[in-house]
């Protein structure tokens, strides 16, 4: 298909990618930061040098013109981009890609497409941006099935109406998030929702995998914008009643909210717009100790505030982010109003953080309706290096470096024995697996009942064995935070990397009714196999 090529081993487009000198400068920054001077920089994979096992099926002459074999679609849509599917990619490992790449324009074709699969018995994954974290994209790996075919939505990119009287707009479930934006902004609208995958992730995804917004309170999931669904499933199509609320049952919507592609393919929905703020309110407020940053955030999250960012980040983070000087925990805290200035929160936030020992060392940043002034200071900063951090993970996988996370919620009751656990459990594995490795978390999002405590991890590995390597330390990782109380994942979805710990945390029960709505839906159980329950 004719389309500017995102890169197959990393993050982003392939024309944006770092320099050589940039990956060097990267992989050595890295290495330091880990107390090492030696950098295995592997070079990077060209598409053109790929051998892939050939096609096992062909589509049938009416999809020919949505359906691709090329070599750059099916290594672009072999994997997602979690920490194995990078060291995989780096080193040119594609033995198991899906056979065809099906590019639907239309639901009609999206109903052929799996009608096709059905037929040949044919794996069918749908896709969207192929940003998952937890391996959720990918072919099963076996000859379990004779062929897979990816399905991905990119040209279901339109929003096709606005209700401004209910602030809502019916939205094909292919479009990225910038091109969603773009069309929303001459409106006055948005659907803020930015996660950090925004770029390169889609609504369908987003909604398939219960994804979480940059926003650290208030609606910030995707769950609080969907108003109804329409997906396609092979035992025919869905649409749910567009309602701003229904005590009718349980909800059709949260049927397929989350359910990772193994029950239909989602086509549209109908989502809950906001108007576009105008009124900003900003500022770092530092603290000397983590656990005093904890309890200002518990007070924050319990006063009815609301911040749009409340993320605490702790001493290893702000310093592997280079948002501070000092050493201590920052807090990066905002507001956001399309109605109204916003002072008076910022005023009291920040009382509710001096209470606990937290000062403002930059100050506060306001930005009143019309003024276009970036964001400053340590907000500013941080948020530069969050977007940019995407596009150093080829870099760092092409050196045989481990750099995943994990990522959790707890209720404040349990929080300081749930994070004493986590961290003890990780840097045990850290030290035993790589020789030591570098561990921070920082606060994600906030809840009145508690935090989404949020784990990075990097370590050195070995190019031979880091899959391995990687594979010890996420499980002690993703064990770890199901064994002290919390969730395997709050918004990076379960795939096939979170299945073990997802198996458990799940009532058995409620195991046995998701399988009888997939016999339901998808009969042969052909849609994303593997992901969230076995067939």
């Known amino acids: 298909m004719s389309q500017r090529r995102t890169t197959i081993w990393g993050w982003g487009y392939e024309d944006e990618q770092p320099t050589p000198d940039q990956q060097k400068s990267i992989a050595k920054a890295l290495a330091a930061s880990l107390g090492k001077t030696d950098v295995d920089l592997r070079p990077l994979p060209r598409v053109e040098d790929l051998e892939l096992r050939p096609p096992r099926i062909a589509p049938p002459a009416s999809l020919q013109a949505v359906c691709s074999t090329t070599t750059y679609d099916r290594a672009a849509h072999s994997y997602g981009k979690a920490c194995p599917d990078l060291l995989r990619a780096v080193h040119a490992e594609f033995p198991n890609p899906p056979d065809v790449v099906a590019f639907p324009k239309t639901e009609h074709d999206v109903a052929s497409v799996l009608d096709w699969c059905y037929q040949a018995g044919a794996v069918a994954i749908p896709f969207g941006g192929g940003s998952s974290a937890a391996g959720g994209v990918e072919p099963p790996a076996g000859d379990s099935y004779p062929a897979s075919v990816s399905i991905d939505l990119r040209h279901l990119n339109k929003v096709l109406e606005i209700d401004a009287s209910s602030r809502a707009a019916r939205i094909q479930a292919g479009v990225y998030g910038p091109a969603l934006e773009d069309q929303l902004r001459p409106h006055g609208y948005t659907l803020r929702h930015y996660p950090q995958s925004f770029e390169f992730s889609s609504l369908g995804g987003w909604i398939a995998t219960r994804s979480g917004g940059h926003f650290a309170t ?115 805290l905002g507001f956001e109003s399309a109605d109204h200035g916003l002072e008076t929160w910022i005023e009291r936030a920040l009382e509710c953080c001096a209470d606990h020992g937290g000062t403002t060392p930059n100050g506060v940043v306001i930005r009143s309706a019309g003024e276009t002034t970036g964001r400053g200071g340590s907000v500013g900063d941080w948020r530069d290096a969050f977007l940019r951090m995407p596009y150093q993970m080829g870099t760092i996988a092409a050196m045989g470096a481990i750099f995943d996370t994990v990522e959790s919620a707890i209720p404040w009751q349990g929080f300081a024995e749930f994070h004493a656990g986590v961290t003890a459990d990780i840097q045990k594995a850290l030290d035993e697996v790589c020789g030591g490795g570098l561990l921070s978390c920082r606060f994600t999002h906030v809840y009145p009942d508690g935090p989404a405590p949020y784990y990075t991890f990097t370590g050195i590995g070995t190019h031979a064995g880091a899959i391995q390597q990687w594979q010890e330390i996420k499980t002690a990782a993703a064990d770890a935070v199901v064994k002290y109380g919390g969730t395997v994942t709050h918004h990076h979805s379960v795939g096939r990397i979170h299945r073990p710990q997802y198996d458990r945390q799940r009532p058995e029960l409620f195991a046995t009714a998701l399988r009888a709505a997939k016999q339901s839906f998808d009969p042969k159980g052909l849609l994303n196999p593997g992901v969230l329950i076995d067939p």
């Open 218 to 332: 208030l609606y910030t999931h995707i769950d609080d914008f969907v108003e109804s669904l329409r997906v396609v499933t092979p035992s025919g199509t869905l649409e749910s009643r567009r309602l701003p609320g229904s005590g009718a049952g349980p909800s059709p919507d949260r049927m397929f909210i989350g359910s990772e592609g193994i029950l239909g393919v989602i086509t549209e929905a109908w989502m809950r717009l906001q108007d576009r703020p105008v009124y900003r309110a900003s500022a770092g407020v530092h603290f000397e100790r983590f656990e005093s940053g904890v309890e200002a955030v518990r007070a924050l999250s319990q006063a009815g505030l609301y911040p749009a960012n409340c993320r605490l980040l702790d001493p290893a983070e702000v310093k592997r982010n280079k948002v501070s000087d000092r050493s201590g925990a920052m807090l990066m």
